[in-house]
């Protein structure tokens, strides 16, 4: 599942992507650069509550949560600024 969205950075509109990390659980969201697909950051589920939550919310919602908290904690900024990839908890 992949969801598209726009941030305001620097006065730009960017265009962003989300999308759930492979594996056979949905324990991490990667946020991307639209048009490259190049990561920008990782939000994982670590530790035990973020892992529940990750099994059994819904995939749509635990994307959206994610986008959230990486606009909220300026993890898209940074990464753009550094040039590293920005890692969270979920």
Request: charged share 10%.
């Given at each position: 599942m992949i969801q598209s969205f726009e941030q305001t950075i620097g006065g730009k509109v960017t265009q962003l992507c989300a999308s759930l990390g492979e594996?056979?659980?949905?324990?991490?969201?990667?946020?991307?650069l639209a048009d490259s697909a190049k990561t920008l950051?990782?939000?994982?589920?670590?530790?035990?509550?973020?892992?529940?939550k990750a099994e059994i919310e819904e995939p749509q919602k635990l994307i959206a949560d994610a986008i959230r908290k990486a606009e909220s904690e300026g993890l898209i900024e940074?990464?753009?600024e550094s040039g590293e990839i920005q890692e969270a908890p979920l």
């Open positions: 594996g056979p659980t949905p324990h991490r969201v990667i946020i991307s950051v990782i939000l994982d589920a670590s530790g035990f509550i973020s892992t529940i940074r990464a753009l």
